[in-house]
């Protein structure tokens, strides 16, 4: 076996990824999957909980894998594959189902925030999509898993389910630690900077799609709302500003104290012109090296397929090892 650590993360496929997923997640793995065995996943199964038009969720699919590797996923190093072909990822859920309290699982804000959201749609996979989460990352005995702000309290809850079935049988699942980046782990709304950015906003202008070309770019950023002032700070009423900075911050490599400093007595029209450019030319490349590798559909079917494989390995063993101690008749 491989002496280096591990580490798993993964991406609902559920929409065009946005500049979030980016600096929440992706720059990670890319940064990452030279120290660490990576297993990368499309995250099929959760994205059914919302509900999915089967066309688009087959697409999008194909284009979470091209942007995977537009942002830089080695496919020849990195595992990448589909949760679905995966079947471990399922039959594990429903084993550390059973050791899941439903005060627990009700607790998770983003079931909360979720059902709030709509109403309509509280379904019981919505409920445990944070076991199937937990079983994702234990299943492959991650040591690390890099994921934005958002997934912290999934994380939390993979740690006490892991701990919480080692203590009851014996040493199985791996302990594993959240990595989350110092800038750019929780992307806000361009239209309603106290909420996150998410794909799935009705508000097109709210956010910055990784598709997205320059000139809309640099219109979503210029008409971003901000506040009534005229300093580029943070603070509180200043969270419009203060996520341009991290948005100039991660597309610039300068730091939030450098900006504000040359920024000091500028105003905002500058900055945020300046904001809009260099998030431009921070994604530009990324949306043609997309653009070439969503043409190549067998390119991506293939990569996904030789990951399918080394991931059912992995994922089959730790599997095998928790039937045997719950008890399941081995023949
Ligand atoms: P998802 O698909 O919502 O987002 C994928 C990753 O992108 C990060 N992210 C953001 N980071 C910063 N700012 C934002 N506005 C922003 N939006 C998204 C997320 O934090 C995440 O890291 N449950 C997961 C998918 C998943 C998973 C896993 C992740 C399934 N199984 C196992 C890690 C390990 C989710 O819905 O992420």
């Not at 009705?202 to 000139?215: E, H, K, R, S």
């Amino acid at each position: 076996m491989s002496e280096k650590k591990r580490i798993l993360s993964g991406i609902q496929p559920s929409g065009v990824l946005t500049i979030g997923h980016l600096t929440g997640a992706l720059t990670n793995w890319n940064k990452m999957q030279k120290e660490f065995e990576s297993f990368f996943m499309i995250a099929d199964l959760h994205a059914i909980t919302q509900k999915q038009e089967p066309a688009n969720l087959r697409s999008w699919t194909l284009d979470t894998a091209a942007m995977f590797l537009a942002c830089g996923i080695d496919p020849e190093t990195s595992v990448m594959f589909t949760q679905s072909h995966v079947p471990a990822h399922a039959q594990l859920a429903w084993v550390m189902s059973s050791f899941t309290g439903m005060g627990e699982a009700e607790r998770m804000t983003q079931f909360k925030d979720k059902s709030k959201k709509k109403p309509d749609n509280v379904n019981v996979g919505l409920l445990s999509y944070p076991i199937l989460m937990a079983c994702d990352i234990l299943l492959y005995q991650a040591d690390a898993v890099p994921v934005g702000d958002d997934q912290k309290q999934h994380l939390e809850l993979t740690r006490n389910l892991a701990q919480r079935f080692n203590h009851h049988y014996s040493d199985t699942f791996v302990i594993p630690d959240p990595y989350i980046p110092e800038v750019g782990a929780r992307i806000m709304s361009l239209q309603e900077p106290t909420a996150k950015m998410s794909k799935s906003d009705p508000n097109q202008n709210a956010v910055i799609f990784l598709t997205d070309d320059n000139d809309t770019i640099i219109r979503k950023i210029k008409r971003s709302v901000t506040d009534s002032g005229s300093e580029v700070n943070v603070g509180e009423g200043k969270e419009g500003i203060e996520n341009l900075i991290t948005l100039l911050s991660v597309s610039t490599g300068k730091s939030a104290k450098e900006i504000i400093a040359e920024y000091e007595g500028e105003g905002y029209g500058k900055f945020k012109s300046d904001v809009a450019e260099a998030v431009a030319a921070y994604i530009a490349p990324i949306r043609e090296e997309f653009k070439r590798y969503r043409e190549d559909k067998d390119l991506l079917i293939n990569i996904l397929k030789k990951g399918d494989e080394q991931a059912n390995k992995v994922a089959f063993k730790t599997l095998s090892k928790v039937y045997k101690k719950v008890g399941f008749l081995q023949y």
